[in-house]
Nanobody, 128 residues
Framework: QVQLVESGGGLVQAGGSLRLSCAAS????????MGWFRQAPGKEREFVAA????????YYSDSVKGRFTISRDNDKNTVYLQMNSLKPEDTAVYYCAVTGSVGSKGYVATLRYEYDDWGQGTQVTVSS
């Protein structure tokens, strides 16, 4: 089992930026894909962004494409989500997650069931 701890959430005005971090421990971090999901009140948890285990491939939901950037530092066992041009509809609890199996080097997991362990979440609130 892996432990994931998110940080970096907070309150920001529309148009602003935040950088989320997710520190992992308990597993060989570089062997697994990582992803960010979010859940707004009354809504299902939705996919935001994901990155392959090597960091060379990424994928984004249409709602954040061009505004968010996912990256990882395998030496620091950390994955990041840089969020720019934030909108009120980005308000949610953001969760990082790690895939349950070792994928191919360039594979990017985008489906919720592919993720095995989750962080506790960090709140992001964007005011209008």
């Amino acid at each position: 089992q892996v432990q994931l701890v998110e940080s970096g959430g907070g309150l920001v005005q529309a148009g602003g930026s935040l950088r989320l971090s997710c520190a992992a421990s308990g597993r060989t971090f570089s062997r697994y894909g990582m992803g960010w999901f979010r859940q707004a009140p009354g809504k299902e948890r939705e996919f935001v962004a994901a990155i392959s285990r090597g960091g060379g491939s990424t994928y984004y939901s249409d709602s954040v494409k061009g505004r968010f950037t996912i990256s990882r530092d395998n030496d620091k066992n950390t994955v990041y989500l840089q969020m720019n041009s934030l909108k009120p509809e980005d308000t949610a609890v953001y969760y990082c997650a790690v895939t349950g199996s070792v994928g191919s080097k360039g594979y990017v997991a985008t489906l919720r069931y592919e993720y095995d362990d989750w962080g506790q979440g960090t709140q992001v609130t964007v005011s209008s």
